[in-house]
């Protein structure tokens, strides 16, 4: 993976993480993921590590190491992580989950505990970072979608309404 400018990784309910040579289709490493499904996958702006999320936990692999052990785990959620992402520094890492709740995640500190989180009143679907780095949008099974302000930790709800 060294020296490669395009990573190109799969994961899903075989798990497994599966890294790809874009212009020739072989699968050059397979990384287990034992712990559950993978629901989605993030890679850190610096190309160095890939974020998988799962039942109840979201692992951080090395992705230029033959190690397939995590090098990170993030624990104490409660249902499915449904989407996950990373700020354009790498420095922090958001994630949503079936659980109701977004997390900010600070991938500075040692503890590798939820920094702060936006509750949504049904399960969340997904996640995405605007590309200010300030807002993040919160798609919930309710059809709402939220706008997380992770400045002034305020949000905005917009409900689309359905015409007959």
């Excluded at 799969?10 to 993921?33: E, L, R, S």
């Excluded at 959620?77 to 977004?102: L, R």
Aim: aromatic residues 8%; glycine residues 6%.
């Amino acid at each position: 993976m060294i020296g490669d400018s395009i990573i190109l990784a799969t994961a899903g309910y075989d798990h497994t993480i599966k890294f790809w040579q874009p212009h020739t289709g072989i699968c050059t490493k397979t990384v287990p993921h034992a712990d559950s499904q993978v629901n989605d996958l993030a890679i850190t702006p610096d190309k160095q590590n890939i974020a998988a999320a799962g039942y109840q936990h979201i692992r951080i692999y090395d992705i230029n190491s033959n190690n397939p052990n995590a090098i990170t785990k993030y624990e104490d959620i409660s249902k499915n992580v449904t989407a996950i992402g990373f700020n354009e520094e790498g420095t922090w890492m958001y994630s949503s989950g079936e659980d109701h709740n977004a997390r900010i995640w600070d991938r500075r500190t040692r503890s590798n505990n939820c920094q702060r989180t936006f509750q949504a009143k049904a399960p969340i679907n997904c996640a995405c970072l605007h590309p200010n780095q300030a807002e993040l949008f919160v798609g919930d099974q309710s059809g709402a979608i939220h706008i997380w302000d992770l400045k002034t930790d305020q949000t905005e709800q917009y409900v689309c309404i359905r015409e007959k």
